[in-house]
């Protein structure tokens, strides 16, 4: 099969988009694919998808291609965490929601980041058995997360305030040994295993899984086992009250916390989940995707911002990087099922809440969806 796909021929890149993809329909005298040709531009408009309009992600340098997921973790300045699970058949699947943490910041230099991130900080939870004979390991290489890292603090916006911490570079191996210091839980009794027909037990349990990985597979590589398949999870009612809640509490006005001041720079992640509408989540979340910060949705561009799913598209026929990437397109799945989310609670509000007052429809989801 994939000897086949690699024979069939994509047609040339669109002069705008530079998309590529099967059956595109460039047109002989603009150059131009179908999609570009049919938005129609006055004389001085920026085109949609076009490199003007920051929507051309720049190219993956070597330094950066080479690293392997555990690096990439290393270095990441927002990690989405997700479920996986193992299939039956052996395979990785995801369920449920994707929740990402950024770096935390130094309160008392602003701005000012540290990487790379801990050994023990990297979304990777080993679940073994006390009498396994052989233990799981991941390999990483210090050089290459050095070499990483001060290419991005010169090519990407995101990583112009960010120091190498050294101290830390000492916790990864020097010639790409293995790491010490991943988190580890010993369950002799199978209790957190997660599969199709055993889920999780309690949330606290899921909680507890909610790292990137349960590395349970084999690696040669001594990488992150990738999924390779997906599993939907429906969206409830509860959820959508949920998202009220958050957008009603959002309204009223709190002071600033001053008491939190730290001048030691710690090396910690942010206890508060980082928003996926802040400017340059994708560039914080996948540098190797987005090495120069283009290309990233969160970004204010000159011309129309196109839709979420319109850019993702965009993305995945401009360059396969993004499709074969086994964490991105995940990430990007949940966040439109989330922003559908979003939108349908907020069109219940206007159009049955709309009357109430922020005090009223407090009261009203705190009793539960019967009142609403």
């Known amino acids: 099969m994939h000897a086949q796909l690699g024979e069939w021929n994509k047609e040339r890149q669109c002069g705008h988009c530079k998309e590529s993809w099967f059956d ?7 150059g131009l694919c179908q999609r570009c040709n049919q938005l129609k531009y006055r004389e001085n408009d920026v085109p949609r998808f076009s490199v003007v309009n920051d929507m051309i992600p720049g190219e993956v340098q070597q330094c950066i291609k080479i690293l392997n997921q555990v690096e990439l ?10 479920h996986f699970f193992k299939r039956k058949n052996g395979s990785h699947g995801a369920s449920g929601h994707c929740i990402a943490f950024e770096q935390k910041v130094d309160h008392l230099l602003e701005q000012i980041i540290s990487l790379p991130r801990a050994v023990s900080l990297l979304p990777i939870i080993v679940i073994e058995r006390s009498d396994d004979n052989h233990k799981k390991q991941f390999k990483a290489n210090r050089q290459y997360i050095i070499d990483a890292l001060k290419w991005l603090v010169q090519n990407n916006p ?7 911490n050294y101290e830390v570079l000492n916790e990864y ?12 839980i010993i369950d002799d009794e199978n209790l957190l295993e997660v599969s199709e027909t055993n889920p999780v037990a309690s949330d606290e349990d899921r909680d507890r899984l909610c790292a990137a990985v349960a590395a349970q597979q084999e690696d040669d590589d001594g990488d992150i086992p990738r999924p390779n398949s997906t599993v939907g999870e429906a969206l ?7 998202h009220i809640k958050k957008a009603v509490d959002s309204i009223q006005v709190g002071g600033s916390d001053e008491s939190s001041n730290n001048p030691v720079l710690e090396l910690l992640q942010s206890s508060e989940p980082a928003s996926e509408f802040m400017p340059g989540f994708f560039s914080k979340a996948f540098p190797h995707l987005f090495p120069d910060g283009k290309g990233d949705f969160t970004k204010p561009r000159l011309g129309n911002q196109p839709t979420f799913m319109d850019w993702a ?6 360059d396969r990087r993004f499709a074969n990437d086994p964490i991105f397109p995940l990430v990007v799945t949940n966040i ?3 922003r559908q989310t979003l939108t349908l609670g907020n069109l219940y509000a206007q159009r049955h809440m709309g009357h ?5 429809l407090r009261e009203k989801l705190d009793q539960g969806g019967h009142a609403i």
């Open 73 to 82: 973790s290393a270095i990441c300045l927002i990690i989405p965490y997700i």
């Open 158 to 164: 995101e990583y112009r305030h960010m120091i190498i």
């Open 24 to 30: 595109q329909k460039i047109g002989p005298k603009t």
């Open 356 to 360: 109430l007052s922020v005090k009223e």
């Open 173 to 184: 191996p020097e010639s790409g040994g293995n790491v010490e210091g991943i988190r580890r």
């Open 236 to 242: 409830s009612k509860g959820i959508v009250n949920e």
């Open 313 to 318: 598209k965009h993305l995945m026929r401009y």
């Open 336 to 338: 439109y099922q989330r």
